[in-house]
């Protein structure tokens, strides 16, 4: 069982920058794939970024790519998302989620994922 708790929203002005962050429990997190998605008011969940359990490479979601960056810590079992160059349109709660040797191919598809945290708020003001 991993439990997820993201924090570092809030209320932003356009350009500004926000770092969230999701803490795991577990003393496995390094096997886990870990991905932010976000969901805004009548909207679906989207995939944002996703960091891979082998080898770490990362994955993009193409509204964000050369603003947003994902990384890990496995030594805090933390995974932080670096969001700069916020725009209106980045409005949304934003969830961290894991699953356990997830392969790289299949990041962004929110269904494949058994553990998510509870969200973030994300506004950003124009």
């Known amino acids: 069982q991993v439990q997820l708790l993201e924090s570092g929203g809030g209320l932003v002005q356009t350009g500004g920058s926000l770092r969230l962050s999701c803490a795991a429990s577990?003393?496995?997190?390094?096997?886990?794939?870990m991905s932010w998605f976000r969901q805004a008011p009548g909207k679906e969940r989207e995939f944002v970024a996703g960091i891979a359990w082998s080898g770490g490479n990362t994955y993009y979601g193409d509204s964000v790519k050369g603003r947003f960056t994902i990384s890990r810590d496995n030594a805090k079992n933390t995974v932080y998302l670096q969001i700069d160059s916020l725009k209106p349109e980045d409005t949304a709660v934003y969830y961290c989620?894991?699953?356990?040797?997830?392969?790289?191919?299949?990041?962004?598809?929110?269904?494949?994922?058994?553990?998510w945290g509870q969200g973030t708020q994300v506004t950003v003001s124009s």
């Open positions: 989620a894991a699953r356990l040797y997830l392969s790289h191919s299949t990041l962004s598809d929110r269904t494949k994922y058994n553990y």
């Open positions: 577990g003393r496995t997190f390094s096997n886990y794939a």
